[in-house]
């Protein structure tokens, strides 16, 4: 597709539940990024990854969130044992390279609401 | 503590006239700044950015200006048109990392 494309659009989970986002960023775009924003707070990043390097953890809140990107495409975030706090909006991002290409374009998000 | 501030929740700005939006940033260590906006229901966009060697970047209706010594960036927006109704979030970086810091976003509203 002509851009980034995120699923569900929209997630309504039950406290304790285990959620997966999926990410699909433009083709041929080797970095992606994922941020999120709660209520009133500007995006807070997660995690990156660029090409078949480990990717950047320091972002994520809790062992309870983990990432992958396979075949360097696709990525998938996984927030197990959800908590109310985990609503959010999740937000994807891809850049064509690496370095001070900050201008990487986003997706519409996931809006996770925990309950 | 956040690093990235937009203490202006709001904007309102008669359409034609110049809008200003504002940041500061604490961090010493930012050396490149941006600007998103973002529409409802939509990811941010990226408008304009500016690095820490120069003061000024202009880019049709938008420039944005860096006063380092203040730590503080401004994006000016001129004319001001409806279309530029939206949430701007500044974000910084700094070199060798690759994530941005946000701000958490001034909605901007341009009345006709």
């Known amino acids: 597709g002509a851009g980034v494309s995120q699923s569900p659009s929209n997630k309504v989970t039950e406290k304790g539940k285990d959620v997966e986002l999926r990410c699909d960023p433009i083709?041929?775009?080797?970095?992606l990024y994922w941020y999120r924003q709660s209520l009133g707070q500007g995006l807070e990043f997660l995690i990156y990854f660029q090409g078949n390097s480990a990717p950047d953890k320091s972002g994520l809140p809790s062992d309870r969130f983990s990432a992958e990107r396979t075949g360097g495409s696709v990525s998938t975030l996984t927030i197990q044992r959800t908590q109310q706090e985990d609503s959010a909006v999740y937000l994807c991002?891809?850049?064509?390279?690496?370095?001070?290409?900050?201008?990487?374009?986003f997706g519409s998000g996931t809006r996770l609401t925990v309950v | 503590d956040q690093q990235v501030k937009q203490n202006s929740p709001s904007l309102s700005v008669q359409e034609g006239r110049i809008s200003i939006l504002n940041c500061d940033y604490t961090?010493?260590?930012?050396?490149?700044f941006l600007w998103y906006k973002k529409y409802p229901a939509e990811g941010p966009t990226f408008l304009i950015s500016?690095?820490?060697?120069?003061d000024k970047n202009e880019d049709g209706r938008f420039t944005v200006f860096l006063n380092k010594s203040a730590k503080h960036l401004s994006l000016h927006i001129v004319p001001s048109q409806p279309g530029d109704s939206a949430v701007y979030f500044c974000a910084a970086a700094n070199f060798g990392n690759e994530k941005l810091t946000f701000g958490t976003g001034t909605r901007l509203t341009i009345i006709p």
């Open positions: 961090n010493s260590m930012f050396d490149y």
């Open positions: 500016i690095s820490s060697i120069k």
């Open positions: 083709s041929g775009h080797t970095a």
């Open positions: 991002a891809s850049s064509p390279r690496q370095g001070r290409s900050y201008g990487y374009t």
